[in-house]
């Protein structure tokens, strides 16, 4: 389940990149052994990269996505970058029936501050490195095609 909803995620981004923008994607090959761990990366029309991510199911839970080493190019605002990036990857998630986006920060980085005004983290140290690290979680919006599905779910009786 979780590889047809990664791959429903690559789908929608490529649909909602705009006609400004180039993505492109790539697994992460001799890095890991999940079908489901991509690399994105925008390019502007000069094909300068201005923002790469990385993406996957969390294992265990195909209805969360998780999302890191979302990082801003230094070509224009980083701060802009990483807000429209987290606009594109919230729909592609919707439309991809994920229901929860969780993503790290370095506390008062970029995406920290932005993020801080979204949904509360969990603060916490990473001990390899030595940084505190925010976590977020962020609910998507319920998606289009499952608006009218009103059919009460299986409770088991």
Request: glycine residues 6%.
């Amino acid at each position: 389940m979780g590889a047809i909803h990664s791959t429903n995620f690559t789908e929608n981004l490529y649909a909602n990149i705009g006609w400004r923008w180039k993505l492109r994607d790539r697994d992460m090959g001799k890095y890991s052994d999940d079908q489901t761990e991509r690399e994105y990366s925008i390019y502007n029309l000069q094909n300068k990269r201005v923002v790469v991510f990385r993406a996957r199911a969390l294992p265990g839970c195909c209805g969360v996505l998780v999302v890191y080493y979302l990082r801003p190019s230094e070509i224009g605002s980083a701060m802009g970058t990483f807000k429209k990036t987290l606009k594109l990857i919230m729909k592609a998630a919707s439309k991809a029936h994920f229901g929860l986006v969780m993503l790290t920060q370095t506390v008062d980085s970029t995406g920290d501050t932005i993020l801080k005004a979204m949904s509360t983290p969990v603060t916490w140290t990473n001990w390899k490195t030595k940084n505190n690290i925010n976590t977020y979680q962020l609910t998507t919006e319920k998606p289009k095609d499952l608006e009218d599905d009103d059919e009460e779910t299986f409770d088991g009786e």
